[in-house]
């Protein structure tokens, strides 16, 4: 099969474009460096010609306010270009538990995004995963005040990118779910325990303060980003820190 691959030369795209062409198919990932914008509908015509399958993994530049146009207008440009084009299954990756936290606007923006494609007309998959252990630095930075991070306890389940690609393409090849599928990671820590587990291993000296405010994990209510449920991939979060 052909899969055109938009936003496939990011952290998870470019490992499902290899993940897929590995499996005997022809993955053409597709990006702004590769000329085609989500927003004008520059090039798209073109990148989903032929296609079979159209893995939507772009990302809002922002998680502010501005996030839910980003993904209003990308996703009306990439379902009317891949209804042109005959595609039979349309992929988005998303975020588990993400149509239960409306206080924070970039989760409203991504369920906005799965409302779209359901009421599409293409054939559809959602891949929704758990945080990224790639990010956590990143949620680390957030909230970091000289020897001080502040983090609240919220329950997550961290999984690592390479598992979020492997799934995202298993899905894309498969037939349509009309529906979604959770990929999670094989633990459940606190993110405040996680960040003193991550601080440790880099011998890093800050101290991990809880504050049930502190930065976007604050506005998260109960287990909502946690799915014991769900697929759980392989990778640990020591081995994957080692």
Known sequence: MKFAVIGGTGLIGSQVVKNLNAAGHEAVPHSQSTGIDVISGQGLDQAV???DVIVNLTNSPTFDEASPAFFQTSMDNLLAAGR?????????????????????????????????LAAGPIPYSIVRAT??????????????D???VRLPATPIQPIAAKDVADAVA???AGAPLGGIRNVAG????SLDE???????????????????????????????????????A??????WLS
Request: hydrophobic residues 45%; without cysteine.
């Open 170 to 172: 298993e899905v894309a």
């Open 194 to 232: 996680l960040g003193r587990i991550t601080l440790s291993h880099k011998s890093d000296g800050r101290t991990v303060v809880t504050d049930p405010t502190a930065g976007m994990f604050g506005a998260v209510k109960g287990d909502v980003l946690t799915d014991k449920d769900a697929h759980l």
């Open 49 to 51: 010609a032929g296609a």
């Open 131 to 144: 945080q990224f252990m790639e990010f956590i630095d990143a949620v680390l930075s957030w909230t970091a």
């Open 146 to 148: 000289g020897d001080t």
């Open 234 to 239: 392989p990778t640990h979060y020591a081995d």
């Open 84 to 116: 042109k084009a005959g595609v039979r299954h349309f992929v988005i990756l998303s975020i588990v538990g993400v149509d239960q936290v409306p206080e924070l606007d970039y989760y409203r923006a991504k369920a906005l995004q799965e409302k779209i």
């Open 186 to 189: 094989p633990e459940i820590f």
